[in-house]
């Protein structure tokens, strides 16, 4: 099955500075990575996904990139402010069984300090 | 925001107390999900439902068991609750498969066991 690691665990930056999460995956027929950010007390949104036909994905802020070969994805913000601080979870397809579902990254929290 | 009401969002149990959760769609979503959070696990998959009367075991099914009699309404289930299911515990709904769509995350219900 997929299994899906993510780093680092905590992440503190000056704002205005980048921050980047990585994260590996497990079974190279994945083909759907997002990325969901946590606000304290909230549930998790997505923020961002990247599917595997393509190397890199940007919105404003905030990027995704792909290596399929190294089977690793990551997360890049850029210009960070107070407001990006969070938990960040990564995520890929268990493949299977006919409906498939996600697995998720054990979470990086991002705090930005003014 | 998706209209997804957890309830309760607190419960404080003893050990070998039934607890039933409830999820509450108002989206008319397929599919539907119950994750639990722990520090260091991130989200881990307990159960999910592909439909009416559907449903299957997800990464930690053990200890839970789920049902969902309308489109509308997801219950998770601890039979006989022990202190390790002590966590926060997410309900999601997706329209379409979880490795190529959206998921949407209610606000959570956190669960002591005593």
């Known amino acids: 099955g997929e299994n899906v690691e993510q780093h680092p665990s905590t992440l503190s930056v000056q704002e205005g500075d980048s921050a980047v999460i990585k994260c590996t995956y497990s079974?190279?027929?994945?083909?759907?990575f997002p990325w969901y950010k946590q606000e304290l007390g909230k549930g998790p949104q997505l923020i961002i996904d990247?599917?595997?036909?393509?190397g890199e994905k940007k919105d404003q802020r905030i990027a995704v990139t792909l290596n399929k070969t190294a089977k690793h994805f990551s997360l890049h913000i850029t210009e960070t402010q107070p407001e990006d601080s969070a938990v960040y979870f990564c995520?890929?397809?268990?493949?299977?069984?006919?409906?498939?579902?996600?697995?998720f990254g054990a979470g990086t929290r991002l705090a930005v300090h003014p | 925001d998706a209209g997804i009401t957890q309830s309760p969002r607190h419960k404080v149990t003893e050990t070998g107390t039934p607890v039933t959760l409830r999820c509450h769609q108002t989206?008319?979503?397929?599919?539907m999900y119950w994750y639990r959070q722990d520090p260091g696990h991130g989200l881990r998959l307990i159960h999910y439902?592909?439909?009416?009367?559907?449903?299957d075991k997800g990464e930690v099914s053990d200890g839970y068991s789920v049902s969902r009699s309308k489109t509308e309404d997801f219950l998770l289930t601890l039979e006989s609750a022990t202190s390790s299911q002590t966590s926060v515990y997410f309900c999601?709904?997706?329209?379409?498969?979880?490795?190529?769509?959206?998921?949407?995350f209610g606000e959570g219900s956190r669960l002591t066991v005593l």
């Open positions: 999601a709904i997706s329209e379409v498969q979880g490795d190529t769509g959206e998921l949407f």
């Open positions: 079974d190279s027929a994945s083909n759907y």
């Open positions: 990247i599917r595997s036909n393509v």
């Open positions: 995520a890929a397809p268990l493949l299977g069984g006919g409906y498939n579902k996600l697995i």
């Open positions: 989206e008319n979503h397929r599919y």
């Open positions: 439902s592909y439909g009416v009367k559907d449903t």
